[in-house]
């Protein structure tokens, strides 16, 4: 499904991300892993145009992402977490919910103003999928709360669901049990399954916490110093020296 080819994405002088290659196959939950600085974060920047490559290309079900902008990139259903949670604290989940319906809203401001049957549909398919994917989610008695009034747990979670409704065929989940307990972030991964088998999306993620990543992967891939060093199943990977030595590498730095 999501094909990258040959990626290089370099600030000035550093080279964060160096000829990368790799697939995500569809309807696989596939984990991109390395130590901190590998350039995980900016390969997902690159995929969703945030940052745009030196060389290389992106395809989705082979059409090139490469030179679109983020929000077309959006509308060829691609969609995103961020590392650090970001929700608009002073609406409600509810609301948050509806802003990642945007792009496919479709209503221009004279559906508003004469308040057409057109707008009424829509406005009705945004609550029904919100009210699904909260369900979901396990959101559903939160939905009119402040979204800075729910714990981060949830509030991860109204990231998720909001990436959610916009319909992503992909889906690229940055650190989902960053800061989460070990009660949360099991059921982080029982909600990354149900969203990859209930809602048939495919699933990109960068993790740290290796217990999700052994845990939930179909793939993994191992990144350090920008270069891609390992692929394979979880145990595969696991055992691989160039990846035992690119982690013992980190800690000794540490
Ligand atoms: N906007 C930027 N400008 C300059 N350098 C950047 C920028 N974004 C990332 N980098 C650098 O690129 C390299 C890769 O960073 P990136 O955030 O992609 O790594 P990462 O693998 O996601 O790390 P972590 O696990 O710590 O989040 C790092 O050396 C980082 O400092």
Redesign the pocket.
């Known amino acids: 499904m999501l094909e990258i080819k040959n990626l290089t994405v370099k ?1 000035g002088g ?1 080279t ?1 991300v160096d000829n990368l290659s790799m697939e995500v196959k569809k309807g696989t939950i596939h984990s991109l892993i ?1 130590p ?7 390969v997902f920047n690159a995929i969703t145009g945030v940052v745009k490559p030196f060389s290389g290309q992106i395809l989705l079900d082979g059409q090139d992402l490469t030179k679109l902008s983020p929000h077309k990139i959006v509308e060829h259903k691609v969609s995103r977490t961020f ?1 650090n949670v970001v929700v608009f604290k002073y609406m409600s989940v509810l609301e948050n919910l509806y802003i990642g319906y945007h792009s496919k809203l479709h209503i221009g401001i004279l559906d508003e103003v004469l308040s057409t049957k057109r707008m009424h549909l829509k406005t009705g398919e945004m609550y029904f999928k919100a009210l699904k994917i909260a369900d979901l989610l396990g959101l559903k008695s939160r939905l009119l709360s402040y979204a800075g009034s729910i714990p981060f747990f949830h509030q991860k979670l109204v990231e998720i669901g909001r990436a959610l409704m916009s319909d992503p065929k992909i889906l690229l989940l940055d650190e989902p049990a960053a800061g989460l307990t070990d009660t949360e972030t099991e059921i982080m991964i029982q909600l990354i399954k149900a969203i990859r088998d209930e809602l048939g999306i495919t699933i990109l993620l ?1 993790e ?1 916490d290796m217990r999700v990543v052994m845990n939930i992967s179909d793939v993994v891939t191992v990144m350090d110093f920008g270069r891609k060093i390992a692929e394979g199943k979880p145990e595969e990977v696991k055992n691989d020296p160039a990846v035992i030595r690119a982690y013992l590498g980190e800690m000794e730095s540490a």
């Open positions: 600030f550093l964060a390395g901190n600085g590998a350039g995980k974060t900016t590392q960068v740290h």
